[in-house]
Structure formats: structure tokens, C-alpha cells
């Protein structure tokens, strides 16, 4: 029988920890992210970033936390990169407000239907995706890397170590 969470009646315009029953996780896929104001509970109106999922679930507004979990499984900070990128949400214990509070947390992992699909390869240095550059696709890059300096590296990593290995 699923459960309804007290504050899951007031209806918010947001995605909450209330959302989710016990142990849930919930896949969704990146539309966009904008700038919006928000009423939060004290009814007081602030400006913040937005996150708008594809599928039918109510928006999320990104704390720095997600939003540094979201740049690194998308391998870019900006957030037009974003778009399309499928993220697994989830509720997580953290001390907030001096309390202990239920949260809505970017998980650091793949959607479920992925787990099958090649893994992309990650940076060994920043931990990072790496991702195509120019005419390289991130495979190229990875194994060029690898060859080079016997490690997976992004082509900002691997500038960087080639930098280094000039100045030696």
C-alpha cells in the first residue's frame, strides 16, 4: 500500500522528499533549466534555478549539491549540456536547518535501463565523462589518452599532463 506524506497534501509546485515512497527512486530525463521565482514556505518570493523533467513529475529546484552531482554526470558545468541527460533521483538523510531532514538527491548513478549499455568512460584524473572534442570522439580521446600517458583522461586532463610533460 503506498503511503501519503503529510506535506504531499499542500500540493506544491516542486518536486520534495514527500514525492517518494520508502526506498524509491525515480528516473527522469533533463527538458530544461532556467531561472524562476519561487514562493518558498514562508511564503517569501526568491529567485532560483529550476530543473524540468521531461516526464510527468514536478520540477526540482538545484541546490549546489545537485547541481555539482549534475555537472559531473554530465561532464559539464554548463547546464545547456544538460538537456536530455537521464538522472536518477532519490531521498537521503542529510543535517540541514540544524536538523536532521529528508532531501531529494541526484544520485551518482546510471538509470537502470543503461546499466546494460556500454559504460561511458570516465576521466582518471578530474572523474569526469569524457566527452568528444572537435573531431575526436570521446573513444578516440580515451585511447589516445591511454597510450599516451597510460591513463583514461579527458581532453582537458590530458592537456594538462602534456603541459606538464613539456615543462619537465
Not at 514562508?42 to 529546484?61: M, S
Not at 532519490?90 to 546510471?110: P, S
Request: proline letters at 5%; aromatic letters at 6%.
Amino acid at each position: 500500500m503506498a503511503l501519503t506524506h503529510w506535506k504531499k497534501l499542500d500540493n506544491p509546485d516542486y518536486i520534495g522528499a514527500y514525492a517518494f515512497q520508502p526506498g524509491e527512486k525515480k528516473t527522469v530525463t533533463i527538458d530544461r533549466i532556467r531561472r524562476e521565482m519561487v514562493n518558498g514556505p514562508d511564503g517569501k518570493r526568491e529567485e532560483c534555478t529550476v530543473v524540468h523533467f521531461r516526464e510527468k513529475e514536478k520540477p526540482l529546484i538545484l541546490n549546489a549539491t545537485n547541481g555539482k552531482m549534475i555537472s559531473r554526470l554530465a561532464g559539464s558545468p554548463y547546464v545547456e549540456d544538460w538537456v536530455g541527460l537521464r538522472i536518477v533521483l532519490g531521498v537521503e538523510k542529510v543535517k540541514a536547518f540544524g536538523d536532521v531532514v529528508d532531501a531529494v538527491r541526484v544520485k551518482n548513478e546510471r538509470p537502470a535501463e543503461e546499466t546494460n549499455a556500454p559504460a561511458l568512460p570516465l576521466c582518471s584524473d578530474c572523474g569526469n565523462v569524457i566527452k568528444a572534442f572537435g573531431e575526436w570522439s570521446a573513444p578516440q580521446i580515451a585511447a589516445s589518452t591511454k597510450k599516451r600517458f597510460g591513463a583514461l583522461l579527458c581532453m582537458d586532463c590530458g592537456n594538462k599532463r602534456k603541459d606538464a610533460q613539456q615543462n619537465e
